[in-house]
């Protein structure tokens, strides 16, 4: 049964957020002045929450690099986690993790290789990379302590290209030795060629795979469909799916995920059903609650709302033991299709099986409330979240600045953002929101401010202005005949180091004559931007199997 009645929960040391307001009213009416209808109003109480399920599902058999084949040993649960929360309240992140490591060990106390890799696999889970790869380059230089595998090195590799680049992976992959050199490595080096779009390099590698016998199962195909759904070269998805079946290599779960995604990305849903046909008819591979997310956004895509919350009723009866993504795209779907009642159903029930709600939850929750213009909703879950959250993440606070900027309330973004830094702090995506509305009110100068403020902003190394919005920018000088801001506007390119990049400018019309046709759009949600949380999702998914 997809659906039960709200049962009575006993009481819990963990507080729910909502429990939290009655205590918390005073506080976040006197911290935060919403520009906007701002009000304290706890969201409706729904009649039914999902029922969570906890037994195993059927899973199909997948192929993996090997690089996660510690996580069922048995657990010493106190010492990974207390390192791990050391390395993690560090009061200064320069020291890193070695030093915690070290001090570890001068207190007598031993760590095992187990617990490394667990610590390891919580980092990469939240992105923080380099804190990962410290850990990983401690165990290395204790080789009397710790072997390294080649399931070790393949991570060691994905961690220092997202660290240090391509140059770096390729560096490291050049120094290992040759019993650490095997479809492994070579397939974190093909994942990181994929992740920075170097088409050539990853396609030469896939050559090099074949002919070592690195190729003969789906993984490293799945990993270059996912770059040419990436670059929209969909014909090339079909290429590498015929040659896998021209050389008897079975379609995965990934596979059918990824080649669904694409046909449906073509606008064909007659395609994308016949793929799916296909795959109910491969015994050796059930359908995930991914398969059914993706379907779910080309029905929504297509205006086909009914076929959609077929798929997302599906999805309900797919959430296994204490998955919490499946969550966040529900409330994204139900969002996009403008049920309200269903993604207060889904919140609800995702704070009823969950004692503690991270910010990637409440970030899908206010996100889904932005898209269907209920500002209000929006503005109580972001002062709710406030009062709780213990590490302030701009993202959230840029959602409801973007609905302000987007409805023309630019007076009232400048308000929040003010409160936003008194109660947390900016990414460059919040300055370049800002920057929207002056570029819509001609406010060339204050435009300008904000993407140097961008640029200077932490994280800016990894942040790149929307072309859309830059073109509109320099349109303005053009009419104006405003020089020496179409001068530090071309500065502004430079310090986010794109002009050398002919794929971004190539999306300038100044810089080339016509328009392309798959030219960036901005304002609200696209279909692109649907077809790209497809691929997000089944790339995030073919990570986590690396």
């Keep these: 049964m997809l659906l039960q009645k709200p049962i009575s929960q006993p009481p819990s040391s963990h507080p729910q957020p909502v429990s939290l307001l009655s205590s918390t009213t005073s506080y976040l009416c006197n911290s935060l002045n919403f520009p906007h209808g701002s009000r304290i109003s706890p969201l409706k109480k729904s009649q039914f929450i999902i029922k969570n399920r906890s037994s195993s599902s059927s899973f199909s058999n997948v192929h993996s690099y090997g ?29 890193g993790a070695t030093e915690v490591l070290d001090q570890w060990e001068n207190e007598g106390r031993k760590v095992t290789k187990w617990e490394l890799c667990r610590i390891v696999k919580e980092m990469r889970k939240f992105g923080r ?46 120094s290992l030795p040759n019993n650490l050199v095997d479809k492994r490595t070579y397939g974190a080096l093909l ?25 003969s199962h789906a993984l490293p195909f799945n990993v270059m469909m996912t770059l ?40 064909s849903i007659e395609k994308m059903e016949e793929a799916f046909e296909k795959m109910k008819l491969d015994g050796s591979v059930n359908p995930n609650w991914t398969t059914y997310s993706t379907m779910a956004t080309f029905y929504i895509k297509n205006g086909d709302f009914e076929k959609a919350e077929d798929c997302l ?16 795209y529900l409330l994204s779907h139900y969002g996009s299709i403008g049920k309200k009642e269903e993604v207060r159903r889904i919140w609800e029930s995702y704070k009823t099986i969950f004692p503690y709600i991270p910010n990637l939850a409440y970030h899908a929750a206010i996100s889904s409330f932005i898209r269907m213009d209920d500002i209000e909703e929006s503005e109580f879950l972001y002062e709710e979240w406030v009062s709780i959250q213990s590490s302030y993440d701009p993202r959230l606070g840029n959602l409801l600045l973007g609905w302000y900027i987007r409805n023309g309330f630019v007076e009232k973004a400048e308000t929040f953002l003010k409160e936003m830094l008194k109660v947390g702090k900016s990414n460059s995506t919040t300055w370049e929101i800002v920057a929207e509305g002056y570029i819509k009110e001609n406010r060339v100068s204050d435009a300008l401010s904000c993407f140097e403020k961008a640029l200077s902003n932490e994280g800016s190394g990894f942040w ?12 303005i ?9 179409k001068e530090a506007v071309f500065e502004a390119l430079r ?37 790209e949380a497809a691929a997000d999702t089944l790339f995030n998914e073919l990570q986590a199997s690396i």
Excluded at 464 to 475: D, Q
Excluded at 513 to 530: C, F, I
Aim: hydrophobic fraction near 30%; proline fraction near 4%; charged fraction near 30%.
């Design 477 to 485: 000088c053009e009419r104006e005949n405003d020089e020496q801001s």
């Design 228 to 267: 040419y759904m990436n670059l929209k070269d969909q014909e090339r998805v079909e290429s590498l799916v015929s040659e896998m079946t021209q050389n008897n290599i079975d379609l995965d779960l990934y596979s059918y995920n990824i080649l669904i995604s694409s046909r449906g990305s073509q606008g």
């Design 129 to 174: 990379h380099k804190l990962a790869l410290e850990i990983y380059m401690w165990m290395s230089n204790k080789p009397e302590s710790y072997t390294i595998s080649s399931s070790d090195a393949a991570i060691q590799l994905d961690l220092v290209s997202k660290v240090h680049g391509i140059s770096g992976a390729e560096d490291y992959f050049k």
């Design 495 to 531: 310090k986010a180091r794109v002009l050398e990049d002919d794929v971004y400018m190539s999306y300038l019309p100044f810089y080339k004559q016509s328009k392309p046709e798959n030219e960036p759009q901005g304002g609200n949600e696209t279909a692109g931007d649907y077809e």
């Design 313 to 328: 009723r599906k999805i309900e009866t797919l959430i296994t033991g204490r998955d919490r993504i499946p969550y966040h």
């Design 464 to 475: 790149r202005p929307k072309p859309v919005n830059i073109a509109a920018l320099y349109n």
């Design 191 to 215: 994942n990181a060629y994929v992740r920075a779009r170097t088409v050539e390099k990853a396609e030469s590698l896939l050559v090099e795979m074949k002919n070592k016998g690195y190729a």
């Design 67 to 95: 690089t996660v084949d510690y996580e069922n040993k048995p657990a010493t649960t106190v010492t990974w986690k207390a390192i791990y929360k050391r390395i993690s309240l560090m009061g200064n992140p320069e020291k």
